[in-house]
């Protein structure tokens, strides 16, 4: 159960003023005739999901479970390992013990000393790779691949690390299929009409949460719920759409959205956030900025500026309803710190009045527009909820812009000027 | 060295219109006369600090280090664990095995599951406590300390606690100093007249560095040469004022400013800076709001906003010279990745060429202006070099806006409204 509040940040009339836009785009989405529809498989991925490869993800991770791998590189960048470091850390929190097998992201930078850091640290450890990429050439993962793949061969040899590496790629072509299929490596498909920062409800995401032992059916689940409560056309009833129309009003004042956590655990999602809303919207010269703050931690940094600064943004509050632990305040009779007035009460009773009480200093006193979203637990079902609730709203949002959502030509600009600098074949 | 290049983003004659005002405003604040000046005891605190506690700091670092401690708790919030936080980061990497006593940030939040699982990470394992907090009575930090000074006692006794509890706090009152006198715990002083987010520099971030393994003479001796070079009064010969100058004539039209790393574990440096700038500028409805980002990473991410969305920002990118460790891109006789044309570089040879590709395309095609910072490489002495930078950078900035650098009121207002409800002695 996800719980939007839009603390009347925007008032009836202005919300029903977009009922007919949304409802024509919503429809035009349904039936796949919507710009971009090439790419709308996501929207309903979870009816269409086929079976096996789903009883397969759950498979090859049990095989990694049960022959005591103790980390799993996954390779790729983007949309590629986002989701699954968003589902991974939401569900199983910091410093968490309950990791069944390690993950370590890697791949996702160009930065030597990270790669050589990661290396070291499982020169005593048995380790596997999921290296995830449709094409097999982006130049990040292939990198890291190339060096962690000799490493791996140099440790166990050629015929057991072919055991310890799973490719997620392409049905039909590209570079790593090619090579997983010479090698006879596990396999998952990426699905052709599903975009990178799409892909966590795919075996890009799913893969990973199971392997760290998150319970991928539950995950599942909750994205059923989200489908079912977010496939409605009509504004009135799809609070996705609400939200997103509230992000278009606001952003004609406001340029920065701030995604506002108040869990650690939850700095992924905004980072997985952060690339969903930035690419799908960002562009033509237009589109909200997203960035993101864990609270109480940033209260003691960016709080400031937030209250008294500038005032170019609103804020977008995620609060959970029930805390994977909770822990009493106790009793101190020298009562030095003077915290004793807070006893009887637990950590979680104390960070939700932070959460209202910020809520109140910052959209009374600073006039920064807050909306408040609530989901029940830190776990694999609500995960699966919020990726569809997100989804939805940043498809709409970007159709409210008039902008593609499912394309991100600016990410190629950056890369042709490497390439041709690199002087790589074609450039 | 640190070598700043603006890359035209101003013309030489707009930067030269602001030199009497930085003149006259560095002039006031050498002699201690401009607004706030009660805390710029960090512009020369290298130059007057007390060689004993330097001394002290190594002492007892070295004494948790023979007495294999596997863990120390950084209990603060705010500027309290930020600065040791980036330190630490930046010198020892992510996944470094060179670490001497893993270091734990907690107390920076209120979240009652992160506190339970940081609780249960140390089961097995012997931690000891730097509590750092001027008053001894920040909500935060005070029950995160609560709860595991209550720990350790349970697990070691309250004689051996004392052994392993050191107190970072006010040198004459406040709550802390008192528990800590009561107890015999170690202590180090938070001097008056440096504010939280200037305090790296200061046994708050020395100390945690020092039992992390970081050595503490190289990271003075960048802050001593971090004082020669930006002490100038001269906006000609002061790069740190010129950058200042540079970000407070963008922010005219811009209202964001991107930070840019290329090296992962430079990103706690990125947060410790946004609470640096955030905190000092952000005020009176004025100041730059700062983001940040991990490159190439967020080219995944925030790239396609960034160089196609909203023309909302511009960007302070940072590059490393020398990284840690370098590795040389295999040969593959496949070439199935198609990489066979990058044999010969290294990593960073790729990681520089993507830095430059990316200024290009950003700057050139983006229309988004770049300043670029590069420094030497990520250890002490380049740390403290720019944290000198920076803090320069960042009061003038404030200077220039007609803002007190040093003060917060905006963080003051969510803390009595939180302790109102929570009906708090006094509120």
């Not at 991974?88 to 000393?113: F, L, P, R």
């Not at 600073?366 to 569809?388: Q, T, W």
Request: net charge positive; no cysteine.
């Amino acid at each position: 159960m996800i719980k939007l509040n839009l603390n009347n940040v925007i008032s009836n009339k202005e919300m029903n003023s977009y009922s007919k836009k949304v409802n024509k785009l919503a429809v035009a989405m349904e039936n796949k005739e919507s710009v971009g529809s090439d790419f709308l498989g996501w929207k309903d991925f979870v009816n269409n999901y086929n079976k096996p490869e789903l009883y397969k993800v759950k498979k090859i991770a049990e095989k990694l479970h049960n022959s005591n791998v103790d980390v799993m590189f996954v390779i790729g960048i983007g949309g590629s390992f986002s989701g699954a470091w968003a589902g991974i850390d939401m569900v199983q929190g910091n410093y968490s013990n309950k990791n069944k097998v390690e993950i370590i992201y890697v791949g996702n930078s160009i930065s030597s000393t990270d790669l050589y850091q990661k290396l070291e640290y499982v020169k005593n450890k048995k380790f596997a790779i999921n290296i995830i990429s449709k094409s097999g050439t982006t130049t990040e993962p292939a990198i890291a691949f190339r060096i962690f793949k000799d490493a791996l061969e140099k440790k166990v040899g050629k015929k057991e690390a072919s055991n310890l590496i799973i490719a997620t790629t392409d049905k039909n072509k590209g570079a790593l299929l090619s090579l997983a299929k010479k090698n006879s490596y596990e396999r998952f498909v990426v699905p052709d009409n599903i975009g990178g920062r799409f892909s966590v409800i795919t075996p890009v995401g799913a893969f990973p949460m199971a392997v760290a032992g998150l319970n991928i059916d539950k995950f599942f689940d909750g994205l059923k719920d989200g489908y079912e409560k977010y496939k409605s056309t009509n504004l009135d009833s799809n609070d996705a759409y609400q939200y997103a129309v509230s992000r278009v009003i606001l952003n004609k004042k406001y340029p920065v959205e701030l995604m506002v956590q108040y869990e650690p655990q939850m700095n992924a999602f905004n980072e997985w956030w952060k690339q969903l809303a930035g690419e799908s919207e960002g562009k033509d010269g237009k589109g909200i900025m997203p960035a993101s703050a864990v609270f109480s931690t940033d209260l003691h940094s960016l709080g400031q500026f937030i209250q008294d600064g500038s005032k170019i943004m609103f804020e977008t509050v995620l609060t959970v309803k029930k805390p994977n632990f909770d822990i009493k305040i106790p009793m101190d009779d020298s009562n030095l710190d003077g915290l004793n007035y807070l006893v009887g009460k637990t950590v979680q009773d104390v960070n939700n009045v932070a959460f209202s009480s910020t809520l109140e200093a910052h959209s009374l006193v600073g006039k920064v527009p807050n909306i408040h979203i609530e989901f029940d637990k830190m776990d694999e079902k609500s995960f699966g909820e919020l990726v569809v609730f997100f989804s939805r709203a940043v498809a709409m949002t970007a159709y409210l812009q008039d902008s593609n959502p499912f394309n991100q030509p600016g990410v190629e600009i950056y890369k042709n000027m490497m390439f041709k600098k690199l002087k790589k074949p074609g450039y």
